[in-house]
């Protein structure tokens, strides 16, 4: 029994996009109380169960049509997308807005001791990523040819433990690239959270629900501006 009469909507569990995720939630009246070892928060006024997952989950979740609607980056939905597309996988979603946090944006960066003119200086080396569909798009776009270095993690190490020559990475400040003797040569990507819809979603019930929420969605956030 994995269909629900209940609208199912993915946040990310712990992470930049949680509380604010929540917060929405909250402002456009979906009561719900979390508890930190459970998957699903149910709401107590509204047919609506939050499903607490890893953010690279959400587009995939929602792209396959196991839940209605989710949190997300832009940055990870769009990496899940041209992912997707890749290997023939459903790949539709419906972006309902762009919401009003998790502002960042995927970005070239290099040595302090590199000498960068454009991105055509890293023609042939190797660089970084967790974003190696972004990545390949935008160099594709340019013409540059270059190596891949994947990792989930650990980014912005991996040029001084001598695995990549520059890396292509999410920054707010750059207070992290700083401290890695790193510096940003260019930004490939801008990125904010957005609500994203389930092209599978066929009951008139949830979208009646799904309207009212976007409604109230739009309604804060015009109050916060
Ligand atoms: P998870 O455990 O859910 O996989 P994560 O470590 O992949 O978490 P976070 O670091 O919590 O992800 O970031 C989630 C999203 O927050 C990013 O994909 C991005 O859209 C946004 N974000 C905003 N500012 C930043 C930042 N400075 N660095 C990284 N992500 C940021
Ligand atoms: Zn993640």
Redesign the pocket.
Known sequence: MTESNRLRIAI??S???STESQQLLKSCGVKFSINEQRLIAHADNMPIDLLRV???DIPGLVMDGVVDMGII?E??LEEEQIERQTLNKPADCLKLRQLDF???RLSLAVPTEFSYADASSLEGLRIATSYPNLLRRFMQQKGITYRDCMLKGSVEVAPRAGLADGICD???TGATLEANGLYETEVIYR?M?CIIQSTQTQSPTKQALIDKILSRVNGVIRARE
């Open positions: 990310q569990k992470g930049r996009l890893r953010d690279d980056g940055n990870v998790g502002s960042c999410l920054v707010s990125s959270a």
